[in-house]
Nanobody, 115 residues
């Protein structure tokens, strides 16, 4: 079955960096679009970044120039490098993919940025 397992969240001061990882299994990783979403308290879940199998990426305007999504198809893993973090980046971050028209989510990892 499809499994997505995130890691790498934590508590960081504003201006700092974190790197999230998502280990995937149960589907053909190399051809799937992988995404990172986040959900802050009281807000809707939003797309942060997504990357196609060949490496083409897109980003939310709020993170452009600060976050970088990447993937290692040999390791079935997608990453989110987050630099210049701001308190408004505080949220639970989720890994996402779609397999046979069904959305799959990881369990989420908490990122907390303090000023």
């Amino acid at each position: 079955q499809v499994q997505l397992v995130e890691s790498g969240g934590g508590l960081v001061q504003a201006g700092g960096s974190l790197r999230l990882s998502c280990a995937a299994s149960g589907f053909i990783f190399s051809i799937n679009v992988m995404g990172w979403y986040r959900q802050a308290p009281g807000k809707q879940r939003e797309l942060v970044a997504a990357i196609a199998g060949g490496g083409v990426a897109n980003y939310a305007d709020s993170v452009k120039g600060r976050f970088t999504i990447s993937r290692d198809n040999a390791k079935n893993t997608v990453y989110l490098q987050m630099n210049s973090l701001k308190p408004e980046d505080t949220a639970v971050y989720y890994c996402n993919t779609k397999v046979r028209l069904r959305n799959y989510w990881g369990q989420g990892t908490q990122v907390t940025v303090y000023s």
